[in-house]
C-alpha cells in the first residue's frame, strides 16, 4: 500500500491520458449522477468537489441500491465499481438504466462490467490487482475528461501540467525514504496514534477531501475518525467539545487552502480557542498548487501517506480489509436483485 500510495502521481498521468480519450453520450445533461461505494464512491465525491464552483449542472453521488426520482433520460451517469461486483453499485446501475439514463461504466470487469457490455454501453477499463482505493485516480480522472467534452467550466486540461508536478513533488517529500525528522506526513501520522482523529475541512468544498482522510484512515490506518466541514460544524459538532475528557482523546487535523476568505480563517482561530483548546494537538496541512485539481488532490495524497503511516505505526498491514471482506461475503446474495 505504501508503494501504491508512491505511485498515485503516475497513476494520476496514466489515467489523465487515458480520460482525454473518453466520449461521454452525446446528450444534453440536466444532472450528473455518480453511483459507487467506498473506495470506488470517493471519486465521485471528489468529482463533484472539483466542479462544485463552476460547473453550472449539479453533480449528485449516489452510494445506494437505489435511485433518486430526478434520474432519467436527460442524467448523464457514471457507474464506478472497482471490482464491479458491489450489490449496491450493481442494482443503482440497473435503476438508472431502467428510468432510462445514458449511462458510462468505469471498472474492472466483474458483473457490472458484464451488464454493461450487454446493454453497449461504453465500459472505462480500469487495470486490475489494486485495492479499489488505492485506484482512485483511474476511478475519478475519466470522469473529468469525459465531462470536459460536455461544458467548457469542466476543462481542467489548463491545471493538469501544475497538478502533476505539484504531486510529483509531494511525493518526493512524503515518502517512505524520506525519514520523519523531514517527512511532515510521518511527523502527523506520529500525532494521531493513540488518539481519535477528527479531519475539518476548512470549507465544505474541501469536505470529500477530510471524508476521504477518515476513509483512508479507516481502511488503510484500521482506526476510527471523525471528519466534519466548517462552517456547518460550528453549528453542532462545536459543543460536543464541553466534553473535555473526550476532547482530550481527540487530534485535529485542519485542511486548508492558502489563499482563503478572511471569514474562514476568523471562524477557524475562534474555534480553535473555543472548542479546540482541550484537543490533544491541533495540526495544519495547506493544500498545495494554484488550481483546484492540485489543491484537492495533494490534499488527498498527503492524507493517503498519513494513513499508511499510521498503520505501520501501529504495527498493522494497511492493505487488507478483512472486516469490509467479511461483511460483504455474510450478505451476498442477500442484496436486491441485479436484473
Ligand atoms: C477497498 C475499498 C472499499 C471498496 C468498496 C466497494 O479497497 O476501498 O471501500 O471500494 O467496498 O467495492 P468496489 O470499489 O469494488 O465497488
Not at 506520529?190 to 484512515?217: E, F, I
Not at 498503520?311 to 442484496?335: H, M, N, Q, W
Amino acid at each position: 500500500m505504501v508503494d501504491l500510495v508512491a505511485r498515485f502521481p503516475a497513476m494520476v498521468a496514466e489515467a489523465w491520458e487515458a480520460g482525454l480519450r473518453l466520449q461521454p453520450p452525446p446528450i444534453p445533461s440536466t444532472a450528473v449522477v455518480v453511483l459507487g461505494m467506498g473506495g470506488s464512491g470517493i471519486s465521485g465525491d471528489l468529482l463533484a468537489a472539483l466542479l462544485r464552483p463552476t460547473f453550472p449542472v449539479p453533480v449528485v453521488v449516489i452510494k445506494d441500491s437505489r435511485v433518486p426520482g430526478f434520474v432519467g433520460p436527460q442524467t448523464l451517469v457514471f457507474a464506478c465499481s472497482y471490482s464491479g461486483n458491489t450489490e449496491e453499485t450493481i442494482s443503482a446501475y440497473t435503476a438508472a438504466r431502467r428510468a432510462g439514463a445514458p449511462a458510462v461504466v468505469i471498472t474492472t470487469g466483474g458483473v457490472l462490467g458484464g451488464l454493461a457490455a450487454a446493454h453497449g454501453d461504453p465500459v472505462v477499463p480500469v487495470p486490475p490487482g489494486i485495492p479499489p482505493r488505492a485506484a482512485l485516480p483511474y476511478l475519478l480522472l475519466p470522469m473529468v475528461g469525459a465531462l470536459r467534452h460536455l461544458l467548457p467550466s469542466a476543462d481542467f486540461s489548463g491545471e493538469w501540467e501544475e497538478a502533476h508536478a505539484v504531486l510529483e513533488e509531494l511525493a518526493g517529500q512524503l515518502g517512505r525514504d524520506v525519514p520523519g525528522e523531514r517527512n511532515p506526513a510521518k511527523q502527523l501520522a506520529q500525532r494521531l496514534v493513540g488518539h481519535l482523529p477528527a479531519v475539518y475541512a476548512a470549507t465544505s468544498d474541501l469536505g470529500p477531501v477530510a471524508y476521504r482522510w477518515k476513509s483512508q484512515l479507516g481502511e488503510n490506518g484500521k482506526t476510527l475518525a471523525l471528519w466534519h466541514t466548517f462552517s456547518e460544524l460550528n453549528h453542532n459538532e462545536t459543543v460536543g467539545w464541553e466534553d473535555r475528557t473526550l476532547a482530550g482523546r481527540v487530534a485535529v487535523v485542519l485542511l486548508r487552502e492558502p489563499e482563503e476568505e478572511p471569514d474562514v480563517a476568523r471562524r477557524i482561530e475562534a474555534t480553535r480557542e473555543v472548542s479546540f483548546s482541550a484537543a490533544a494537538s491541533v495540526s495544519e496541512v495547506v493544500a498545495r498548487g494554484r488550481g483546484r485539481l492540485a489543491r484537492l488532490l495533494s490534499l488527498v495524497l498527503f492524507g493517503d501517506f498519513v494513513s499508511v503511516y499510521v498503520a505501520l505505526l501501529r504495527g498493522v498491514d494497511p492493505t487488507p480489509v478483512a472486516p469490509i471482506d467479511e461483511i460483504k461475503r455474510r450478505l451476498r446474495g442477500f442484496g436486491r436483485p441485479v436484473i
